[in-house]
């Protein structure tokens, strides 16, 4: 996998939105704090224009994003929100500068359709806090994503959960949010799991539909040859009124029970306050013992 440059102080930044409308409003603490880094703000013409729910047109979000991606001076685009709107327009978007001057992705939540996408490209991607998160994110999540995106050994420590499948692997990390990635199945941005540790997260879901999607990975080939699984947030998860029966943790266990892959729950990422970053598609050593769980880049 091609990592793209990382940061030095002075360097221009993108804020654009692919998904979900926003206003200027709402990620001022996000510029703030790239100027306070020594970083260049960018905004896209994304920022503060709507079509109903979206920041913009399928084709004014394409441009805008289209536009941060071909620019030789921009060295990172920070996706400003999710929502849904990404995959709308990831069809229509030319990668071929991209892929021989890559730059670096970040976000999570919908922007796991771009992760996703540049992961089958070969090139590397951020998972972590976006503009819109940043008043409300812990200090531990935005340290994180400071170090990474400037080259600082960054490595997690976590206490171990009680319902953990314990182990060592390694592999490439991938994944992001379950909804996303099971809506991309099938499709050109589908990911290749084998040899490598998937990290999933969630939000605002039933817990049928949770199982829906794990069943879905599952018959796609996910877990067939996974070196091992990740479990972040699951947030503000839902039941019917005839009950499901079983919590997020026990229904990803009855999926992946079979394969014997080391299974980390209650990682520090996703829809939650303390969302670290991760680079995807970068190598990682998972260890999963009783007492914690260690992630490091090899």
Not at 23 to 52: F, H, Q
Not at 258 to 274: C, L, N, Q, R, S
Not at 283 to 291: E, P, S
Request: proline residues 3%; glycine residues 8%; contains cysteine.
């Amino acid at each position: 996998m091609l990592k793209p440059d990382f940061i030095r102080e002075g360097d221009k930044i993108a804020i654009v939105s692919t998904a979900r409308k926003i206003d200027l409003k709402e990620i001022n603490d996000a510029i703030y704090i790239l100027k306070e880094w020594g970083l260049i703000p960018v905004l896209g013409s994304t920022i503060g224009i709507e079509s109903n729910q979206f920041a913009g047109t399928d084709g004014e979000r394409r441009s805008d994003f289209q536009k941060m991606l071909d620019d030789k001076e921009i060295k990172a685009i920070w996706c400003a929100r999710g929502g849904y709107g990404t995959v709308r327009i990831i069809d229509d978007i030319d990668f071929s500068y991209f892929c021989k001057h890559p730059k670096w992705i970040i976000g999570y939540s919908d922007i796991t359709v771009l992760h996703s996408h540049v992961h089958n490209l070969g090139i590397c991607s951020l998972h972590a806090p976006m503009p819109i998160d940043v008043h409300k994110g812990t200090k531990e999540s935005m340290i994180t994503f400071r170090d990474l995106i400037f080259k600082k050994n960054v490595a997690y420590k976590i206490p171990s959960s009680k319902k953990n499948i314990l182990g060592n692997c390694q592999g490439q990390l991938i994944g992001g949010n379950l909804s996303m990635l099971y809506s991309l199945c099938g499709s050109s941005s589908s990911l290749d799991t084998s040899g490598k540790i998937l990290c999933i997260e969630d939000l605002d879901e039933y817990l049928y539909h949770i199982d829906r999607m794990l069943q879905n990975l599952k018959r796609n080939g996910y877990f067939d040859n996974l070196s091992g699984l990740i479990v972040g947030g699951m947030t503000k998860m839902h039941d019917n009124n005839i009950p499901f029966g079983k919590k997020p943790k026990q229904i990803i266990l009855d999926i992946v029970q079979e394969y014997g892959f080391p299974v980390a729950f209650k990682f520090p990422m996703g829809h939650i306050e303390d969302n670290r970053a991760l680079i995807f598609g970068a190598a990682a050593l998972l260890k999963v013992t009783k007492d914690e769980v260690k992630l490091e880049y090899i």
